[in-house]
């Protein structure tokens, strides 16, 4: 029996007989000769079928075989100078496992929204292949670097009791007699896990019921969220930049192939090296403001002043000191300027915008209660919160990356939707 091999391996196979086990992609025919391009989900190889060297029976199973079919098929690795990956296949048997129904994506140009429809089909394709194989370097890169540099791993609960990043993007969920919120993010969580365990960081699926329908907002999206115990905004702003420069290094040396798939000009990526620059929010509205946008002190930036702030630069700029007025609850005002928050936000390159929001928390008691009670935010639900302050409190600060919008920037996308396997997004809960 030929061994079942991936075609990611097919190289250490020349010259024996092998087992595929995959999809048809496509089908081109000559007579005598069916070329059959096999996909197993590691990559895609052609396999010849040759009416000379099977059966009669086998030679027209490929004969009429609609795209996507499932077969099995055996044959000899050989060395083909012309092929991508090096090799091909000459055929010695097909199985068919199942004919598919036509399938409803050709290569035919398609709209976006029948895509959509279609994402459990249009995962399959070379495109999204390639996408999705970048998240998923960019996911364990990620992680490696705080594993690495003794972050524990701390999963932060799903179902939470109360706001972390305002009230208007709260979904609520029935909890039994009681109501229950899915999780903004697990900030909260983590600043319990850094006082337990000075560095923690958590990872996982966070939820918004953003009324926006941009380029930039998923209803859910993945967010890895670094927490550090005495850590002050400046040690934090060096951690983010620090663990950016890396991703990106990372990613670029493993899913090179891949980014130049999508045609994404890779120099532009490698240009992402320390020092990142870093400037106040003063200094972003003066440079907002020399590009003739029309913004007063005390609004936060949106998505466009974010492209106009982010293109100005070749590499990710860190916008630090907003307006504590437009910012959230925990963050610590700045002791010097205390209209200005200790925060931080890290804008991506080429007009992408923001991938990182974070900073310095509120470690002082009685000033977190007032900020909660200026935000009108129920003190009960936050009571276990306040705890932290009150048990050994220390100045700390940490942040939180969004996968989706770091990847589409990554792959040179215009639109998160096609950065994750399945998107939730305001119009968008199937498939
Ligand atoms: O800036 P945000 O809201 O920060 C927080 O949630 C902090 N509690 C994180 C922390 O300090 N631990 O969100 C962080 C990042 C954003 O920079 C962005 O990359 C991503 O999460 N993000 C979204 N991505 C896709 N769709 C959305 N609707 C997003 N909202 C935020
Ligand atoms: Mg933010």
């Known amino acids: 029996m030929a061994e079942w091999i991936y075609v990611s391996d097919i190289a250490r196979y020349q010259g024996e007989e092998v087992t595929i086990k995959g999809w048809l992609y496509t089908k081109r025919s000559s007579g005598k000769i069916h070329f059959l391009q096999i996909r197993d989900g590691t990559g895609t190889v052609q396999c010849v079928v040759s009416k000379n060297d099977v059966s009669q029976p086998v030679f027209e199973i490929s004969d009429g075989l609609p795209q996507e079919s499932s077969i099995i098929i ?31 994506i050709s290569p035919k140009e ?37 594993d690495q540099r003794g972050f524990v791993l701390l999963d932060a609960p799903i179902f939470t009791p109360a706001a972390c990043e305002g009230t208007t993007t709260l979904f609520q969920v029935d909890y039994f007699e009681d109501k229950a919120y899915l999780t903004q993010s697990g900030q909260l969580y983590m600043e319990a896990g850094a006082m337990a365990f000075g560095k923690v960081y958590c990872f996982g699926p966070t939820f918004r019921a953003e009324k926006s329908k941009t380029r930039r907002h998923l209803t859910e ?7 550090v115990a005495y850590y002050t905004l400046k040690e934090d702003m060096d951690l983010a930049e620090d663990f950016v420069e890396y991703i990106v290094a990372q990613v670029v040396a493993k899913r090179r192939q891949e980014l130049e798939y999508l045609g994404r000009e890779v120099t532009k990526l490698e240009k992402v090296r320390k020092p990142f620059p870093r400037i106040s929010y003063d200094q972003a509205l003066d440079l907002l403001r020399s590009n003739g946008v029309d913004i007063s002190w005390g609004e936060d930036f949106g998505g466009d002043e974010e492209t106009i702030l982010s293109n100005q630069f070749d590499r990710p700029v860190m916008v630090h000191r907003y307006p504590a007025q437009c910012k959230a609850f925990y963050m610590k005002p700045d002791p010097e300027t205390p209209r200005l928050a200790l925060c931080v936000d890290m804008l991506a390159p080429e007009g992408y915008g923001e991938i990182i929001g974070g900073g310095e928390r509120e470690n002082n008691l009685e000033s977190l209660e007032e900020q909660l009670s200026q935000q009108n935010l129920p003190a009960e639900a936050f009571n276990w919160y306040l705890d932290l302050r009150r048990y050994g409190s220390v100045p700390h600060s940490g942040f939180g990356l969004g996968i989706e919008r770091t990847l589409a920037w990554l792959c040179g996308l215009h639109h998160v939707r096609e950065t994750i396997p399945f998107p939730r997004l305001m119009e968008r809960l199937r498939p």
């Not at 050989?78 to 036509?102: H, K």
């Not at 999206?221 to 927490?227: A, C, N």
């Open 74 to 104: 055996r044959g000899v690795v050989r060395a083909d100078p012309r092929s991508p990956i090096g090799y091909e296949i000459g055929v010695t048997d097909v199985q068919l496992v199942q004919a598919a129904e036509e399938y409803p």
């Open 110 to 146: 398609h709209g976006v929204s029948f895509l959509m429809d279609h994402r459990h089909l249009w995962i399959r394709s070379s495109r999204q292949h390639a996408i999705l194989k970048i998240r998923s370097e960019l996911i364990r890169t990620c992680r490696d670097y705080f």
């Open 221 to 227: 999206f993945w967010m890895i969220e670094p927490e």
